[in-house]
C-alpha cells in the first residue's frame, strides 16, 4: 500500500506562483512513476504532468513552460512548482503514484487563482 498527501495549496493572484507537494509513504518502492493531476469544477480530471523514476519529465501543453515536476528522492516528495498562474488553473490537484500492481491516488489540494 502507497499513502499520499497532498499540500501547498491555496488563494493566489494571477501571474504568481504556489509549489504543491505530494509526500508518499509505505511501499515507496513499487512506485514507477508519480504525476499530477487535476480537476476544475464540473470538468473531467485532466493529467498535468508526469516524472518518472529516472527524472524523465512531461507535461500537459496547458502547464508547459509554466509548471515544473521534480521529485525528492530521499524525501519520497514530489513537487510542482507553478508560475503565471492563470483563473483556468483553478481546480482540486491530485498527485497520482503509478505503481507495479495498481495506481493511487492523494485526498486533493485546491488551488484557487483569482483575476
Known amino acids: 500500500q502507497v499513502q499520499l498527501v497532498e499540500s501547498g495549496g491555496g488563494l493566489v493572484q494571477a501571474g504568481g506562483s504556489l509549489r504543491l507537494s505530494c509526500a508518499a509513504s509505505?511501499?515507496?518502492?513499487?512506485?514507477?512513476?508519480m504525476d499530477w493531476c487535476r480537476q476544475a469544477p464540473g470538468k473531467q480530471r485532466e493529467w498535468v504532468a508526469t516524472?518518472?523514476?529516472?527524472?524523465?519529465?512531461n507535461y500537459a501543453n496547458s502547464v508547459k513552460g509554466r509548471f515544473t515536476i521534480s521529485r525528492d528522492n530521499a524525501k519520497n516528495t514530489v513537487y510542482l512548482q507553478m508560475n503565471s498562474l492563470k483563473p483556468e488553473d483553478t481546480a482540486v490537484y491530485y498527485c497520482?503514484?503509478?505503481?507495479?500492481?495498481?495506481?493511487?491516488w492523494g485526498q486533493g489540494t485546491q488551488v484557487t487563482v483569482s483575476s
Open positions: 516524472i518518472t523514476s529516472g527524472g524523465s519529465t
Open positions: 509505505g511501499s515507496t518502492g513499487s512506485i514507477n512513476i
Open positions: 497520482r503514484a503509478r505503481a507495479t500492481i495498481r495506481n493511487y
